[in-house]
């Protein structure tokens, strides 16, 4: 295997800082440093390169798995995470890499212009090296998303699912979209930590915006109103739809002891009955 020259390093020392110029002009001109400060940029240009000058003074190789590159793999995954928030694209953030490649080569063609051959080989090296850098970033990257991903999924699933107070003692959950395993543990969540806030004795699970309910999804439900019976509140299902209705009693559904009611009025009239509350109509 071929490896980095002595003087492919002297290359890059001597020419860094016309590299560095060349560099964000590539950068510029690609459009990847669109909506980002120049001043932030050309910091991480310039502590890149220096970082990449590091590993190979450490004679470090491609494997950037070893201790070598420590600070250069820390680094890129602190601009993984970054792009990442700035909803910037995996080509966009290994592009900050990849652009680097024509400033490099440029200069080595100059340093090694009487050897041929062996400005073939450290092209090679050099080019397998920036390639693993920039897969390592894409790798970054992706993981970094996902986290970004997750967490926008959590927080739209607690927005999905606000809790209520229709009246004193009384909670209302409307829940609208499908209810899954993960949504239900937030349900479950959310609505037992209001109970405890707000001492409520009923809680009122809404379903009318809930599109189909199958087994699972029944399931679901019941284990939410045992959780809440378990904390001393009543529980009344409402949004009970002729269609909902009847998919119930094809399954075979046992919602026996669970009260339902067709709308969330009849359901808030029923707690408000419950708790011993009587609204009459003004005259």
Same mark, same amino acid.
Request: glycine share 6%; aromatic share 4%.
């Given at each position: 295997? /071929?490896?980095? =020259? !002595?003087?492919?390093?002297?290359? %890059?020392? @001597? ?6 110029v ?5 950068? +510029? ?5 669109? $909506? ?6 050309? *910091?991480?240009?310039? *502590? ?5 000058? @590091?590993?190979?003074?450490d004679? /470090?190789?491609? @494997? ?17 995470r ?10 966009? !953030? /290994? ?12 200069a080595?063609? @100059? ?8 400005? /073939?080989? *450290? ?8 390639? $693993? ?8 990257? =992706? ?17 999905s699912?606000?809790?209520?107070k229709?009246? +004193? ?8 979209? !499908?209810?899954?395993? =993960? ?6 969540e959310s ?15 809404? %379903? !009318? ?14 284990k ?9 509140? +009543? ?7 002729? =269609? %909902?209705?009847?998919?119930i009693?094809?399954?075979?559904l046992d ?6 009611k067709?709308?969330?009025? +009849? ?11 009587? %609204?009459?109509?003004?005259?």
């Amino acid at each position: 295997m /071929a490896a980095l =020259q !002595t003087s492919t390093l002297e290359a %890059i020392q @001597n020419n860094q800082a016309q590299l560095l110029v060349d560099w964000y002009a590539g950068l +510029d001109a690609s459009g990847a440093t669109r $909506n980002l400060k120049e001043h932030e940029i050309k *910091q991480e240009t310039s *502590q890149f390169l220096q970082l990449i000058i @590091n590993g190979l003074k450490d004679g /470090a190789d491609r @494997n950037l798995s070893t201790a070598a590159w420590d600070d250069i793999r820390l680094f890129l995954e602190k601009l993984s995470r970054s792009r990442a928030l700035l909803g910037r694209d995996s080509q966009q !953030t /290994a592009s900050f890499i990849f652009a680097l490649k024509g400033p490099l080569f440029a200069a080595l063609q @100059n340093h090694y212009q009487d050897n041929p051959a062996l400005l /073939a080989e *450290q092209l090679l090296e050099i080019s397998e090296l920036l390639d $693993n850098l920039g897969l390592h970033t894409i790798r970054t990257f =992706q993981k970094s998303r996902e986290e970004v991903i997750k967490r926008q999924q959590e927080e739209l699933l607690e927005l999905s699912t606000p809790v209520v107070k229709l009246w +004193d003692g009384v909670l209302a959950l409307p829940m609208i979209g !499908t209810l899954d395993s =993960q949504r239900t543990q937030v349900v479950m969540e959310s609505l037992l930590q209001r109970i405890v806030d707000t001492g409520s004795e009923i809680a009122i699970i809404d %379903i !009318t915006g809930v599109p189909t309910v199958d087994t699972l999804v029944a399931q679901h439900l019941l284990k939410t109103v045992t959780a809440i019976r378990l904390m001393g509140a +009543d529980c009344i299902i409402s949004g009970v739809r002729p =269609q %909902i209705a009847q998919t119930i009693v094809h399954l075979g559904l046992d919602l026996q002891g669970v009260v339902t009611k067709a709308n969330l009025a +009849d359901a808030l009239k029923l707690a408000l009955t419950r708790l011993g509350v009587t %609204i009459g109509k003004s005259v």
